[in-house]
């Protein structure tokens, strides 16, 4: 009897076990895949640091979502350093760059070779991205019209218009502004340059010569950026930009895509590229944001009151920028 009851317990304590054993193999989490991310943000701007928040914000979401494990390094840029981190973050053998602004983007597609993949978030989109493979990015695209229509309502008695850009760049958006002026009748003096040190030197020549000035999509370091947005601000000549960045370092005010959202659908593309290995066609947003700077308002006594008439306002309550 004794040994029957030993026998039954024996076989019900197996029994116990292998269904236990069962039960974990089938509750277990499948081995997540890890992926090396590097974020690469110009330093103190923080236009730039609304699109890395909402960037970051998603990739945590999709961890969660698809069970797998980002690991994300920020590196924090300056014109100075910006080769040098491309460079080390090829050695440190990332499985993608996530570049911040289109300057940035530029210098990571250079320093990856094709070899990393790069998912680009910028505020507009350059004719040489889309030419590369191993590339792909959400970018915003410039509404010129937009921003001229932002310019005259809250300056009417416009009679001149300065057009300030590099030669190499924003063909089209130099097209639609003169298009738009044209239609107007308003009279538009341009200078162009090659480099950016020529774009200061023209920009104090358009500040003698026009009523207010607009620079389309157009590379250019913060230093430079002040030093021109410093010009005008003297003259009390309002400056306008396709680029938020501008806006950051001293223009008076911008017209372009929503930021968040930048950062997000980066967030998403990057994750599609790491498991397809496909680079989907860039993504193009056409929301559009204003952004104007309060302290350059203040110092050339211009009301920005009336954007809010024609569309979302963001402003930008920052201290004085000095050149």
């Known amino acids: 009897m ?9 076989l019900l304590s197996t029994f116990m076990l292998t269904a236990c054993s069962t039960q974990n193999a089938a509750t277990s989490k499948p081995t997540q895949k890890l992926y090396k991310i590097a974020i690469v943000q110009p330093t103190d701007l923080p236009l730039w640091s609304d699109i890395c928040d909402a960037l970051n914000l998603e990739l945590t979401a999709l961890e969660l979502e698809k069970n797998i494990q980002l690991e994300r390094k920020i590196f924090y840029v300056q014109d100075t350093d910006i080769e040098k981190i491309g460079k080390q973050i090829v050695r440190e053998q990332y499985d993608a760059m996530i570049p911040l602004s289109t300057t940035v983007a ?11 993949p790069v998912v680009f978030a910028t505020d507009h989109l350059t004719d040489t991205f889309q030419t590369l493979d191993a590339v792909s990015g959400v970018s915003g695209v410039s509404n010129t019209n937009l ?23 924003s063909t ?9 002026l044209d239609a107007k009748g308003i009279t538009y003096v341009e200078q162009t340059a090659e480099t950016e ?4 030197k023209a920009a104090t020549l358009l500040s003698n010569q026009v009523d207010v000035v607009f620079t389309p999509s157009t590379p250019c370091s913060t230093e430079n950026q002040q030093r021109i947005a ?7 000549i309002p ?3 396709s680029s938020p960045s501008f806006v950051q370092n001293g223009a008076f005010a911008s017209c372009s ?5 930048i950062g997000k659908l980066t967030a998403d593309l990057t994750i599609s590229v790491l498991e397809t290995a496909a680079f989907p066609p860039y993504h193009i947003l056409n929301d559009r944001v204003i952004t104007v700077n309060a302290d350059t308002a203040e110092q050339i006594s211009a009301n920005y009151a009336v954007f809010y008439d024609i569309g979302q306002c963001r402003v930008l309550d920052l201290p004085p920028t000095h050149n």
């Open 2 to 10: 004794k040994k029957n009851l030993a026998l039954i317990a024996l």
């Open 106 to 116: 530029q210098y990571m597609i250079d320093a990856a070779e094709q070899k990393i």
């Open 147 to 169: 921003i001229f229509d932002m310019m005259f309502a809250q300056k009417p008695d416009i009679q001149t218009v300065g057009l300030l850009y590099h030669s190499d760049y």
């Open 172 to 180: 089209d958006e130099i097209h639609s502004a003169k298009t738009y």
């Open 197 to 200: 040190r020529d774009l200061i």
């Open 230 to 236: 410093g010009i005008f601000k003297e003259k009390h």
């Open 239 to 241: 400056y306008y930009t």
């Open 257 to 261: 895509a929503d930021y968040t959202e």
